[in-house]
T-cell receptor
Framework: GAVVSQHPSWVICKSGTSVKIECRSL??????MFWYRQFPKQSLMLMAT?????????EQGVEKDKFLINHASLTLSTLTVTSAHPEDSSFYIC????????????FGQGTRLTVV | SQKIEQNSEALNIQEGKTATLTCNYT??????LQWYRQDPGRGPVFLLL?????KEKRKERLKVTFDTTLKQSLFHITASQPADSATYLC???????????FGGGTRLMVKP
């Protein structure tokens, strides 16, 4: 398998502030990482695909200026929620896959964001 | 439109019985389908992958079937245990690299 570490596991922030979430691939180099959001009792919704050394690809309806993604190295991708609002409160999860094709995804432990 | 449907109602079963969860999809032609387990407040954990040309796959107490004609996958846990209680998610590839689309998940409760 692969070990994916997310930090922080939970965060509370005030409306209008920004929050950075880190996703690290600890035991292999990931050229691609995926960011998901999950609201209570709902499915994981793909937000964006993070590509090392290039711009992220965002899913329809996800604001790229609000959810800034940086994938500066093969082991680290960051998601910054800018000017957070209470409706951004959610569970954010990253994942990696080891190879292109039909392989399993390895997920981080998730970050619970609460905006007050 | 594309849909991946799992029973949103919780499935309650008695310990020792077989749990069967369903994943139905429409307007997809997945090359493979995956099942994950998610515990509260945690990220999903991979369980099984089944390819479009495979009818059935087994791993210990787990069995997955994949019927591309019915557009359905069944996930079975035999001899269920309270520790199997979790939400189980099915996921399909969208024929675009490694991107997965998830169903809403079914919560399984195994009572002692």
């Amino acid at each position: 398998g692969a070990v994916v570490s997310q930090h922080p596991s939970w965060v509370i922030c005030k409306s209008g502030t920004s929050v950075k979430i880190e996703c690290r691939s600890l035991d292999f180099q990931a050229t691609t990482m995926f960011w998901y959001r999950q609201f209570p009792k709902q499915s994981l919704m793909l937000m964006a695909t993070s590509n090392e050394g290039s711009k992220a690809t965002y899913e329809q309806g996800v604001e790229k200026d609000k959810f800034l993604i940086n994938h500066a190295s093969l082991t680290l991708s960051t998601l910054t929620v800018t000017s957070a609002h209470p409706e951004d409160s959610s569970f954010y999860i990253c994942s990696v896959t080891k190879a292109t094709g039909n392989t399993e995804a390895f997920f981080g432990q998730g970050t619970r964001l609460t905006v007050v | 439109s594309q849909k991946i449907e799992q029973n949103s109602e919780a499935l309650n079963i008695q310990e020792g019985k077989t749990a069967t969860l369903t994943c139905n999809y429409t307007n997809y032609s997945p090359a493979y389908l995956q099942w994950y387990r998610q515990d509260p407040g945690r990220g999903p954990v991979f369980l099984l992958l089944i390819r479009e040309n495979e009818k059935e796959k087994r791993k210990e107490r787990l069995k997955v079937t994949f019927d591309t004609t019915l557009k359905q996958s069944l996930f079975h846990i035999t001899a269920s245990q309270p520790a199997d209680s979790a939400t189980y998610l099915c996921a399909l590839d969208n024929n675009a690299g490694n991107m997965l689309t998830f169903g809403g998940g079914t919560r399984l409760m195994v009572k002692p």
